[in-house]
């Protein structure tokens, strides 16, 4: 959230407090709801946590003494708002913390190395914590993206390429690198890790202002009563998710045990690729393909003039190499035509109405064009313009227009039961991509179809496939 808040002078401090705390309460709840977190939840080693909604589970001298034996480039202090940010992680919210350390195993060690390569105190890489919960794609309601809370403007001064297709934002990598690069540069700018955590929240020219009407001080606790409530909130919450990391043990609470793929590699793709074709054929899960590769919003790597990376764990690479054209062939209009008609729609290129069908969303109680368009890999923009709309008001109930999906039914004409289904060949297929998606093959359907040459199919042309 980098780019510069405006701020209501009338809301009173509570408020103001209140609300930064129920954005926090809703990024760790939505941990929860992660697939991978959904998947492992059974087995997950935080069944014998409680959470304790009094909050009272601190001793003030014994944090009062970890907090001072932390050795950091910004000096720690403690008072009652800390306390209550401190109780939030150790106390209120033991699963969900349990959650983010389980997965700071993963993203930290590798943080640590990027933060490290720009002289940026690694230490800084726990605002994770705080403006995401370390979900890569978390979307606020003002728009900031990814595991590191990018607005559109700043990741674009960044290299984050944003796109129909793709949002670097998203990607942990990219975005890390993003991150240690800006931190530094604002560090350069206010020469003290504190204002340059500062502006990393409310932006430079906010604490430029802040330093003017503090009467010219350059250090964070001298600047700190003239910048807005929020981002004198948000270093508690930092000093909060800094004393998680390094005594969760002395409150109980375990790294959660998650298997994200560890063992990963990449491969650049040279053609447009849908994630579905590489589940499908390969027989993974799609979500662990979306988990590996959250930059891709549409699900589709839009390598039609460069090279896009993708990534999957080492063995599912190598098997990605040997199956790669029937990969890229692999039920090709199923997956492409809705990108079709979604372009057709802006360039005027028309396609046949009867190849694809619209999707709808209806508008539920508390959703805005911005969540509805993160939901379906769109900006807002692209959905007021497929719905014409003038304004950014919805209502409860009102459905939108959202997408395309391709009409399943022109893929085969099925016949009675045990019946052979008759498929009507289409661009871009193989015999190979055909037997994978009817899971049969090649010599099957080539002895079923009496075919004079397995390498030469038609558009059009009809083959029987025998049911299983």
């Not at 674009?156 to 991150?179: G, I, S």
């Not at 206010?190 to 250090?219: E, M, P, Q, T």
């Amino acid at each position: 959230m980098q780019d510069s808040l405006v701020f209501n002078e009338t809301l009173n401090e509570e408020t103001f407090f209140n609300e930064m705390d129920d954005g926090v309460l809703k990024e760790m709840d939505a941990l929860l709801d992660l697939w991978y977190i959904k998947k492992q939840m059974g087995s997950l080693n935080i069944g014998i946590l409680n959470d304790n909604n009094e909050g009272d589970c601190l001793v003030d001298a014994e944090v009062q003494s970890r907090l001072q034996q932390l050795l950091t480039v910004i000096p720690l202090t403690y008072n009652q708002d800390i306390r209550k940010k401190i109780e939030l992680y150790v106390c209120k919210r033991k699963r969900s913390s349990s959650i983010i350390l389980g997965l700071s195993q993963y993203y930290y060690p590798w943080m640590r190395e990027i933060f490290d390569k720009y002289e940026v105190p690694e230490e800084l890489i726990y605002i994770t914590i705080v403006e995401s919960a370390l979900n890569p794609v978390a979307v606020s309601r003002a728009g900031a993206t990814g595991i590191w809370q990018f607005m559109y403007k700043t990741g674009k001064a960044y290299q984050l390429e944003v796109n129909t297709f793709v949002d670097d934002r998203r990607d942990p990598f990219k975005a890390t690198d993003a991150a240690a690069r800006h931190l530094r540069d604002l560090y350069n700018i206010f020469n003290d890790w504190g204002l340059a955590l500062s502006a990393y929240n409310c932006g430079a020219g906010c604490v430029r202002k802040a330093i003017a009407r503090s009467g010219g001080k350059n250090d964070f606790w001298g600047v700190k009563p003239y910048l807005p409530k929020e981002t004198q909130n948000y270093f508690p919450y930092y000093i909060a998710a800094l004393y998680l990391v390094s005594y969760h043990h002395e409150h109980g609470i375990p790294f959660a045990d998650i298997t994200i793929p560890f063992s990963v590699d990449t491969i650049m793709v040279t053609k447009p690729l849908h994630l579905q074709q590489v589940a499908a054929v390969l027989e993974i899960d799609l979500e662990e393909v979306k988990i590996l590769n959250p930059q891709y919003k549409r699900l589709v790597i839009p390598a039609y003039k460069e090279p896009y990376p993708l990534r999957l764990k080492n063995v599912d690479i190598l098997r990605f190499i040997e199956l790669q054209d029937t990969i890229y062939n692999y039920n090709y209009d199923e997956h492409f035509t809705p990108l079709k008609v979604y372009e057709g729609f802006f360039t005027g290129i028309p396609v046949n109405s009867s190849d694809y069908n619209k999707v709808y969303h209806t508008v539920k109680q508390g959703e805005n064009l911005s969540v509805i368009a993160n939901k379906y890999g769109l900006s807002v923009v692209e959905l007021k313009k497929m719905n014409n709309l003038n304004s950014n008001s919805l209502k409860v109930k009102q459905r939108l227009l959202v997408g395309y999906e391709y009409n399943k039914s022109l893929r085969a004409e099925q016949s009675e039961p045990n019946e052979p289904i008759v498929y009507i060949v289409r661009q871009g297929d193989t015999l190979s991509s055909i037997a994978a998606q009817f899971k049969t093959t090649v010599s099957v359907l080539n002895t079923y179809n009496n075919l004079q040459n397995v390498n030469i199919l038609k558009v059009g042309q009809k083959l029987r496939i025998p049911q299983q």
